[in-house]
């Protein structure tokens, strides 16, 4: 017999079948045997082995791999034995069927074969090893090892050409993956307690947690692997998968410099190995060495493809685990020779490209190269050449281009430029000249637009509805959803856009057909929400009635009667119909039942608070005959102070927040919103914003909770003076004697003897005033004074002036003390200085302190955008834009996002903040509690 294909099994039904079955074409070429051991199989796969082959044996398990695997040798007749696991499936035989039939194989004892490790399910996406597993029946041949058995065999050895699919590892399959980490550990473990420095059984444990991604503690066994290595003076050049495991957890670990490290000192004991350059590589550009990369990936390519070419020895003991990432070389060599402006370069690496969701990822930094270069004739030449035949490289390019371009000679340029080409991108930028040049659309124009589905369109395929608005034409096919994105981003990017729009407004007040009902609902919505602050009195009165008038006519062409004449709340598709349902129904009880009216109008005021102001209007012109209505607010207020208070008291700080924000949009610039939100920043333990939020109030006017917390916050940070003077200011502004008791207690436990009776008598009216105005004065300087180091300190280091810079912070520290500044600071030093780690604990840090600081928020997720971990760098710039304080800040955030490929309305990214469970508690309790009538 010339061939036995022994296997061991417990439980391998899944891909036994699949196996056996792939081994038939080896079993008719040549006179072979199946051999197969069960150790206890509870399933069908005794069944299955049946099928194929009747010698199947029956042996306990014993927790130990190499005896099982003798025992299978046991049985084994053939004149050469072919090792197999259950879940390897064969993918072709000719090579051992070749091999087996020459002559050539009498020189050999020994055999590797490749096995193709699948991670993923797709066959195409592997990592290869060479292993021994072919070997001529003699008795020398046996194994040894608890676990991850070794053969013992008889030399010459060969490469046969034989490649195996293995299954064992997919990291799709988490129960598998579960037991045999499980499994692994245990043993290797065990073996580990009698022998502490068994470097193969370190390695060995280090690869099974980094199966299990626990990245942290295989780095942490490859290390005590390799450093036992050394302390036994092994040869490391007979063990390069000690250096090529620990370069890949270093990597994992996002330890950049030890990865740098020790591929150098890997390469240095033995060249050859492609994925110590793809890990050098990864981790140079990571820390910005850029040049460095580049020689990495150079250099990984070209071994990888000596490797393919059999041009150098394969080393049986590595996997080779970045066989298949060549593509990600090309793209961050089309990258970071497009950051060096060698253009040829970066384009030959992109014509390299396959695989589309790499040619995507392509694309950001090509246009940010010809921008840079101002060479938009050549961004249209790269177009056509390497964009334009590909639908889903058009899309992105587009949107990647309207994201990235700012300079408006280079957007008018662009116009020019793409005026011709793709249809409906080319009809935008001739919508777009029109619009420059004050042109109405023409016949052809008009034509072309109507075809368009505005629904399928990204926002900047606004300047059409723009045209399409100003010239007073319909627009037929866009929903409610695509026209807020498109009135957004014209009112954000075009500055006279809003004068158009009221302009539309007026032309079409009476034109109420269903379509012209929804697009001046939006328009006037848009207006009234983004607007607000650039439009007169007069025209808001405009927009909210376009908006009243519009948003009822479409609610009754769009909805059953029965829907609308049942107050079935519940059944309307979104908050602002539901919104217009109480301002349909305010309007129908106006001259028959003012107290319904005002009722309606309360309910629709709860589903969207920041309509406030036109609601306000609505009650204006019946407030003379109902003198209850600001009564009615004040009550509403109270209430909803009450609902605030009780979820403070129960520790719901994220809910508070919720509801106290709603609270603000009913009551405006109230001085409690101060006084509630300083009370939830301090018991969030951000005793900054408490500080601000509290004296802030107190600049719109003195009050005892705003002063008795803030002397309760000093307090509380061991500022005794500050706390003393609050408590005494606290005791003056009010008449209530309970709060002048609780405001002279806190004042004896801070030493003050004197009574009630004589801090009341001896308060000076005047001393105050001055000492308010000194105290005002010195806090003036002393921000003045941060202000101008602020500025020292960030001119130094856009100077480049780190060493400087980090002096003069030294300093300012020793002046202001804690300031949170320092940490953005220090963090963004950090970074320039390629200390990535220390600027992310730096950011982290003063994040513990502050964690509503939006530049902090920015800095560190700049960085995470830096080290090309996206997810994280979403996650941060998304909280950044919920603290942004300004517009401009809000703009630029969301830009990024947009350019990070998050396609969400800015109002969609901030309520994303909220958990959907939250949002439903708040609003469950505003339904609770906030009673209007």
């Not at 196996?19 to 051991?37: A, F, T």
């Amino acid at each position: 017999m010339k061939l036995s294909i022994a296997m061991m099994v417990k439980n391998e039904e899944k891909y036994l079948g699949e196996c056996l079955e792939s081994l038939r074409p080896i079993m008719e070429s040549i006179d072979s045997e199946i051999i197969i051991v069960d150790t206890g199989s509870t399933d069908n796969t005794v069944e299955i082995a049946k099928k194929h082959t009747n010698k199947v044996y029956f042996h306990e398990w014993k927790d130990d791999f190499a005896y099982m695997r003798n025992k299978t040798i046991e049985y084994c007749k053939g004149e050469w034995i072919l090792i197999l696991d259950a879940d390897e499936i064969v993918e072709n035989c000719d090579g051992i069927i070749k091999f087996l039939e020459s002559k050539e194989s009498n020189k050999y004892n020994t055999g590797t074969i490749t096995i193709k490790n699948i991670t993923t399910g797709d066959t195409k996406n592997y990592f290869p090893i060479l292993m021994i597993r072919l070997f001529r029946n003699n008795k020398e041949l046996y194994y040894e090892g608890t676990i991850h058995e070794q053969p013992r065999f008889k030399k010459p050895v060969c490469e046969v050409d034989l490649s195996v699919f293995h299954y064992g590892y997919l990291s799709t399959d988490k129960e598998l993956m579960e037991i045999k980490f499980k499994r692994n550990t245990q043993l290797l473990e065990r073996e580990l307690e009698k022998d502490p420095t068994n470097v193969y059984n370190l390695y060995q444990l280090s690869k099974s947690y980094g199966m299990y991604k626990d990245h942290k503690k295989a780095l942490e066994f490859c290390l005590k692997a390799f450093e036992a290595a050394k302390r036994q003076k092994l040869d490391l050049s007979r063990r390069m998968y000690i250096y090529t495991n620990l370069a890949l957890s270093y990597y994992l670990c996002k330890d950049y410099l030890n990865v740098e490290k020790i591929t150098k000192e890997a390469l240095k004991v033995r060249g050859g190995y492609f994925d110590l350059y793809f890990y050098q590589g990864k981790a140079q550009l990571s820390l910005m060495k850029y040049t460095e990369a580049i020689n990495s990936f150079e250099k990984y390519l070209d071994v990888l493809d000596k490797y393919s070419n059999e041009k150098i020895k394969k080393d049986p003991t590595v996997a080779y685990r970045t066989l298949n990432r060549y593509e990600e070389v090309y793209l961050d060599l089309c990258t970071l020779y497009s950051k060096q402006g060698k253009r040829k370069k970066a384009l030959n690496f992109l014509k390299k490209m396959t695989k589309q969701n790499i040619k995507e990822l392509a694309i950001k930094p090509m246009i940010e190269f010809y921008i840079e270069q101002d060479d938009l004739d050549g961004l249209k030449i790269f177009y056509d050449n390497h964009i334009y035949n590909n639908c889903n490289l058009q899309r992105l390019f587009y949107n990647q281009l309207e994201t990235l371009l700012t300079n408006k000679e280079q957007k008018q340029h662009i116009i020019e430029v793409f005026s011709e080409g793709e249809p409906s991108y080319a009809l935008l930028n001739k919508v777009r000249r029109s619009l420059h040049d004050k042109e109405k659309l023409n016949y052809e124009e008009l034509q072309s637009i109507n075809d368009l589905d505005f629904n399928e369109l990204p926002w900047f395929y606004g300047d059409v509805v723009y045209a399409l608005l100003k010239d007073n034409y319909p627009i037929i096919k866009a929903n409610e959803r695509t026209l807020e994105v498109y009135i957004k981003y014209l009112l954000k990017n075009h500055k006279l856009f809003y004068k158009d729009a009221l302009n539309y407004l007026q032309k079409n007040k009476s034109n109420m057909g269903i379509n012209s009902c929804k697009v001046k609902k939006v328009l006037a919505h848009g207006l009234l929400t983004y607007a607000h602050d650039l439009i007169s009195k007069k025209d808001f009165l405009l927009a909210w009635q376009a908006y009243i008038e519009s948003g009822t006519s479409y609610l009754l062409n769009v909805y059953n009667s029965n829907v609308i004449g049942q107050e079935r709340i519940y059944d309307f598709k979104t908050t602002e119909d539901q919104f217009m349902y109480y301002i349909l129904m305010a309007n129908r009880y106006k001259s028959k039942n003012q107290k319904l009216h005002v009722k309606n109008l309360r309910k629709a005021l709860k589903i969207k608070p920041e309509m406030k102001k036109g609601i306000e209007i609505m009650l204006e012109e019946i407030k003379a005959k109902t003198p209850k209505v600001d009564d009615e607010l004040e009550n509403a207020k109270e209430e909803l102070k009450q609902s605030i208070n009780k979820l403070v008291e129960k520790g719901l700080l994220k809910e508070a927040n919720k509801i106290s924000d709603e609270y603000k949009k009913l009551a405006g610039d109230d001085i409690d919103y101060y006084s509630i939100k300083g009370v939830i920043a301090m018991l969030e333990g951000n005793f900054k914003m408490a500080e601000k939020m509290l004296k802030t109030g107190l600049e719109k006017g003195e009050n005892f909770d705003l002063l008795y917390n803030l002397g309760y916050l000093y307090q509380y940070n061991n500022q005794k003076d500050l706390a003393i003077d609050c408590y005494k200011k606290a005791l003056h502004n009010t008449q209530d004697n309970s709060k002048i008791e609780e405001a002279h207690n806190a004042l004896v436990q801070l030493g003050v003897k004197e009574s009630k009776d004589q801090l009341l008598q001896s308060f000076n009216q005047e001393d105050y005033k001055k000492d308010d105005g000194a105290n005002l004065v010195a806090s003036d300087e002393m921000e003045e004074y941060k202000k101008k180091f602020k500025s020292n300190i960030q001119a130094l280091i856009e100077q480049g002036a780190l060493k400087e810079a980090n002096e003069i912070l030294i300093e300012y520290e020793k002046i202001v003390g804690d300031d949170i500044d320092l940490y953005s600071f220090r963090g963004v030093i950090a970074m320039l200085e390629n200390e990535f780690t220390k600027a992310e604990a730096t950011f982290k840090e003063g994040l513990s302190r502050d964690k509503n600081s939006f530049d902090l928020l920015y800095n560190l997720a700049y960085l995470y955008q830096t080290l090309n971990k996206k997810e994280l760098a979403i996650r941060y710039y998304r909280d950044a834009l919920k603290n942004s304080s300004t517009e401009s800040e809000s703009i630029e955030v969301y830009n990024i996002l947009t350019g990070l490929g998050v396609n969400e309305s800015e109002k969609g990214l901030l309520e994303k903040e909220l958990s959907s469970k939250e949002i439903i508690f708040a609003e469950k309790k505003l339904k609770e509690k906030y009673i209007l009538c």
